[in-house]
T-cell receptor
Framework: NAGVMQNPRHLVRRRGQEARLRCSPM?????VYWYRQLPEEGLKFMVY????????ESGMPKERFSAEFPKEGPSILRIQQVVRGDSAAYFC?????????????FGPGTRLTVL | KNEVEQSPQNLTAQEGEFITINCSYS?????LHWLQQHPGGGIVSLFM???GKKKHGRLIATINIQEKHSSLHITASHPRDSAVYIC??????????FGTGTRLTIIP
């Protein structure tokens, strides 16, 4: 029973390039959350998705960032025209029902470095 | 404003000591997570609780809803417990708000 999977684990991009981060939730989980951890800072909520729906994107920067969770395949966090300030660890988590009494299971994270 | 505060920020102790990490939050919550982030960066959910007390091995988590406070205790601490411990709460919705974490170092 595989846990939450994220790939790549490490991603290096030059300024202006695009970054695509993937998250496959645990089997049977249809709710996905993305979080960002800037260097030496705490985790911050970015977006909450269900299959084919964005439920809450209040933590997403208004520009360059987008997320999707299609009917088939992993959830994707996309960052266009990356800047140095996007360098961070991006974690996704999944839960079975999306309720605030559910445990969230975290993936290993993707560490993005922007040169 | 919905806020989560942890104390201490850093904690160094000798192997075997009893450890307590505290978490306070500003308004009522529906549930609270304690998470462990390993030196390699991975995050593990230790407990989720909305009332009372939970125990798993050497770890104990308690929550006092009236006082808006939770504690994580580690008994007979071991160097492998060295990690960052993070408190995260649901302020009534589905997204977690995180504390800044407590960096624990256990010296052999």
């Amino acid at each position: 029973n595989a846990g939450v999977m994220q790939n790549p684990r490490h991603l290096v991009r030059r300024r202006g390039q695009e970054a695509r981060l993937r998250c496959s939730p645990m089997k049977g989980h249809s709710h996905v959350y993305w979080y960002r951890q800037l260097p030496e800072e705490g985790l911050k909520f970015m977006v909450y998705l269900q299959k084919e729906n964005i439920i809450d994107e209040s933590g997403m920067p208004k520009e360059r960032f987008s997320a999707e969770f299609p009917k088939e395949g992993p959830s994707i966090l996309r960052i266009q025209q990356v800047v140095r300030g996007d360098s961070a660890a991006y974690f996704c988590a999944s839960s079975p029902r999306g309720q605030n009494t559910d445990t969230q299971y975290f993936g290993p994270g993707t560490r993005l470095t922007v040169l | 404003k919905n806020e989560v505060e942890q104390s201490p920020q850093n904690l160094t102790a000798q192997e075997g000591e009893f450890i307590t990490i505290n978490c306070s939050y500003s308004v009522g919550i529906s549930a609270l997570h304690w998470l462990q982030q390993h030196p390699g960066g991975g995050i593990v959910s230790l407990f989720m609780l909305s009332s009372g007390k939970k125990k798993h091995g050497r770890l104990i988590a308690t929550i006092n809803i009236q006082e808006k406070h939770s504690s994580l205790h580690i008994t007979a601490s071991h160097p492998r417990d060295s990690a960052v411990y993070i408190c995260a709460v649901y302020f009534g919705n589905e997204k977690l708000t995180f504390g800044t974490g407590t960096r624990l170092t256990i010296i052999p």
